[in-house]
């Protein structure tokens, strides 16, 4: 997909193509339990159900899909990852070079925890988004009940492999009441292991998570002290972040600490570019679990993206009229490239 067929559809309000990007979970399962986590912390009010979370896509629906997503001509980018760890899925690394070895660029989102690391490492993925979640042993194992300091050195290790073979790879470090004082040496950090990225992201909190949110003191320190702190630290060592975005998230939060993105600033533009399939075969509008388009069950894929529920909901995105969820928007920094984008296409049309 071009940017500028994208653009087409969005200032039309209809796609012209299908998506770019598709994200496929392949299981619900997860060898972690994070604490900021909405489908595997221990402090969830309503525990997931052990059927839920033993739900995986049988492989050869996952080759069945990604055949259809050649075929549509659009897609650029597979995500693989899961409501768990992609890398627990039993078939998860003959997927991935599967997965490669159609033609699509590969993000993989993983713990790294499960990996045959000399195996991802040699699989031709073009991007990890490894999900760190604290610099040192004492914040990890806090992060991540159960685990423990070797938890730690392993996910450095592995880090390490990937830095050797040159495989890009982004941190992911969610920012919550343990992770928060870790700004400059998640930086560091990223420094020593060679990220192409180190990704802040404010936790997103509900269903009893809460507990774990960064407090207003912390929230007010972020702003005052550490972003500035950590955007120096990075310039420093030649570390790319997204610290900008982070800041805006840190503003958002002002008032209540479970809103994350000033949705309303930017809109949201992932109708026309992006899709998640789940490890159930559901089709959603986005990674938002509450706005689901179909079932790859009931109808292709191809049918879903170009029939009127999908349509409905870009109408309505289009509108303003969001989901409680969109104010914690996981793709945030995506909807506010392709804003700005679209306002640059509507200026040039206006003149």
Known sequence: MSRESALRGMLRGRPEVGPATVHIDLTNACNA??????????????????????????????????????ELGSVRRVVLSGMGDPLVHPDAHDLLEATVARGFAVTLMTNLLAADIERVAASGVDTILASVQGVTPATYAAFHPGWTEEHFFTLCRYLRVLARAGVRTKHVQVIDRDTAEELVPMVRFGARFRAA????????????????????????????????????????????????????????????????????????????????????????????????????????????????RWQTLRDRLGRGEYYPGCARCGKFEQNAKWAERVAGARAKVAT
């Open 33 to 70: 339990a994070c604490v900021t986590c909405w489908d595997h912390s221990p402090l969830l009010t309503v525990p997931r159900s052990r059927a839920w979370k033993r739900r995986a896509l049988a492989s050869d629906v996952v080759r069945g899909l990604l055949d259809e997503l050649a």
């Open 197 to 308: 990225r180190v990704n802040f992201k404010l936790a997103s909190l509900t269903a009893g998570t809460e507990a774990c949110g960064i407090t207003e003191a912390q929230r007010d320190r972020l702003l005052a002290e550490d972003v500035p702190a950590a955007r120096e630290a990075a310039r420093a060592l030649g570390v790319t972040t997204n610290l900008d975005l982070f800041e805006r998230q840190l503003r958002a939060a002002r008032g209540d600490l479970r809103a994350t993105v000033p949705i309303e600033d930017v809109g949201c533009w992932m109708g026309f570019v992006y899709t998640r399939v789940t490890a159930e075969q559901d089709v959603l509008y986005c990674c938002n679990t509450e706005v689901r388009v179909g079932s790859l069950k009931e109808a292709s894929f191809a049918e879903l993206w170009a029939g009127p």
